[in-house]
């Protein structure tokens, strides 16, 4: 069992950044790949980034390739996903996710575990 809690969610004015981070207990985190997904309101839960165990591969949609990082800190359990040049179109709630395996994924069913969310508005 892995417990996840999201922070650093907010309000920032487009052009902005913020800082997410996803503080892991339980099992050993850094035997597990994590991801960050988000969801606007009306609209499915969509793959952000994912990690490998080790942060030696990472995956980044589309959407968010140039402006967003994930890394992670396996000394602190902890995964982060750096957001820069952020659009109004970002706004949503940022989940934290863990699954077993050693490549990360965008497929959000793979994903056993889910922190509660961290609400982030962009306002244009």
């Known amino acids: 069992q892995v417990q996840l809690v999201e922070s650093g969610g907010g309000l920032v004015q487009a052009g902005g950044s913020l800082r997410l981070s996803c503080a892991a207990s339980?099992?050993?985190?850094?035997?597990?790949?994590m991801g960050w997904f988000r969801q606007a309101p009306g609209r499915e839960r969509d793959f952000v980034a994912a990690i490998s165990w080790t942060g030696g591969s990472t995956l980044h949609a589309d959407s968010v390739k140039g402006r967003f990082t994930i890394s992670r800190d396996n000394a602190k359990n902890t995964v982060y996903l750096q957001m820069n040049s952020l659009k109004a179109e970002d706004t949503a709630v940022y989940y934290c996710?863990?699954?077993?395996?050693?490549?990360?994924?965008?497929?959000?069913?793979?994903?056993?575990?889910w922190g509660q969310g961290t609400q982030v508005t962009v306002s244009s």
């Open positions: 339980g099992r050993t985190f850094n035997s597990y790949t």
């Open positions: 996710a863990a699954r077993s395996g050693w490549t990360p994924a965008r497929e959000s069913n793979t994903y056993a575990y």
